[in-house]
């Protein structure tokens, strides 16, 4: 290309940047340039199910025939089962989930450059980008109750079963796009429920006189967003203690035979998802083993590898369970099931006989949420250590989670007057919406 046709080219770039909307059909950046635009979700809510450690990737949903000897020789740690995704081989532990393909999606070649350190993993996981020391960037959860908010009023959009931590907040963002969260399901988030000797009238005197306090302080302040964000923080949490939202803990309603086929502390996070969906939430991260109660999670580091098939038969139990839960109840086309961890694992063994890490392609398993699902996205290679196929970047996989959602994956969000992507200019698949 010579320069003056450069600088032709150029000149009609930026003339296409100023035409308003309404003349360019509302295309992104990437519309522009010459890719067919990918039809919007229709989603109403997610549920990301968080294998803290790194799900091991060649021993569940991208299970190879190649065997492993848990020594020298790399390869599956278990036999292979067909699914009803054609030609797609999981874990001999996941049959349930296996029987369930048709309303799944194996994205078998996310990456990332992340392997050594879990907690910068996790962030990249959860915020879709490399950490920034002048910026910290919202989680996935925060995106989407920023861009969609609750679905009914009087609930949180956004509520993590977990602990709490700046990776699963709302950075720059602020609290409104924050997290409710809990670490037990029996009773609700910490500080909601009403002490045994406050009575409900008691507790609207105390509202009342701290409402009073609180504008009182303002006249003073004058407009200081600080104080802002907390006086609606607040007010978010007395209307939470007020409406139907902890009418969701009550696992109880739903009866011995619900609450048995769900089984463990695990499967009853799921189903506590699901009651929040009904109750407006829009997104809920269930995070699996939270306490490690099998000495290392999924991070099958050395021993922990010969017990993985427990978390495996777990996860295939209640998953599959939710996933037959939320149809029953007219959910699934509605909810996005996103299942990830931090990172994969390697085919060959440590010293030890387990797996180290691997970001260099892993497995993220999606799955209702209206889309295509009953087929793979990418194709990783004999021993799922390299993507052959469609590789997904971290940013392609938050743009296919938000386009989902019914969120544009080029919207921008505001820190202070700068804007800033939804997306590290990730792409949705598109053959998932087409």
């Known amino acids: 290309m010579n320069r003056r046709d450069f600088v032709r080219r150029a000149g009609l770039a930026s003339c ?43 021993d569940t949903f991208d299970a190879k025939k190649i065997r492993g000897d848990g020594k020298k020789v790399a390869g599956c740690y278990y036999d292979t089962i067909p699914t009803a995704i054609p030609g797609a081989l999981f874990s001999e532990h996941l049959p349930l989930l296996a029987a369930r393909g048709e309303h799944l999606v194996p994205v078998r070649t996310v990456h990332h450059n992340v392997i050594d350190e879990h907690a910068a993993a996790t962030n990249r996981m959860h915020t879709g980008r490399p950490t920034s020391g002048s910026l910290v960037y919202p989680s996935i959860g925060s995106l989407v109750a920023a861009t969609r908010g609750a679905a009914m009023d009087g609930v949180p959009p956004y509520v993590v079963m977990g602990y709490p931590s700046a990776t699963r907040g709302p950075g720059f963002l602020g609290p409104k796009a924050g997290f409710v969260y809990l670490t037990d ?28 306090l609180r504008r009182a302080s303002a006249v003073g302040a004058g407009r200081d967003p600080v104080l802002e964000e907390y006086g609606e923080a607040i007010e978010q949490c007395f209307a939470l203690q007020r409406g139907d939202f902890l009418k969701a803990f009550q696992l109880g309603a739903e009866g011995d035979v619900v609450r048995a086929a769900f089984g463990d502390e695990f499967g009853q996070r799921c189903l506590l998802a699901r009651r929040l969906l009904q109750r407006g939430v829009r997104f809920v991260e269930v995070g699996f083993n939270l306490n490690f109660v099998n000495g290392a999670g999924w991070d099958s580091h050395n021993a922990a590898q010969r017990e993985l098939h427990v978390l495996i038969r777990g996860l295939d139990h209640a998953l599959s369970t939710l996933i037959d839960d939320l149809k029953a109840n007219g959910l699934l086309d509605k909810t996005l099931l996103v299942v990830s ?41 004999a021993l799922a250590m390299n993507p052959v196929v469609d590789p997904v970047s971290v940013p392609d996989l938050f743009a296919t989670i938000l386009n989902a959602m019914g969120v544009d994956p080029a919207r921008k969000l505001m820190d202070g007057e700068r804007p800033v992507p939804v997306t590290d200019n990730g792409r949705a698949v598109a053959k998932l919406f087409a």
């Not at 990437?30 to 979700?41: C, D, K, N, Q, S």
């Not at 450690?53 to 060649?58: A, E, L, N, P, V």
């Open 185 to 212: 399901t029996a009773k609700g988030p910490e500080g909601l429920s009403l002490p045994p000797d406050i009575s409900v009238d008691r507790a609207g005197r105390r509202e009342s006189l701290l409402s009073t």
């Open 341 to 381: 961890g931090e990172f994969g694992r390697p085919a060959e063994f440590d010293a030890g006989g387990g797996r180290g890490h691997h970001g260099k392609c892993f497995t993220v398993l999606l799955g209702g949420g209206g889309m295509r699902t009953g087929q793979c996205v990418g194709e990783s290679d």
């Open 16 to 58: 296409a940047a100023l035409l308003p909307p309404v003349l360019t059909g509302g295309l992104h950046a990437a519309e522009m340039a010459g890719a067919l635009p990918v039809p919007r979700g229709r989603a109403e809510h997610c549920i990301m199910i968080w294998l803290g450690g790194g799900m091991s990737q060649i």
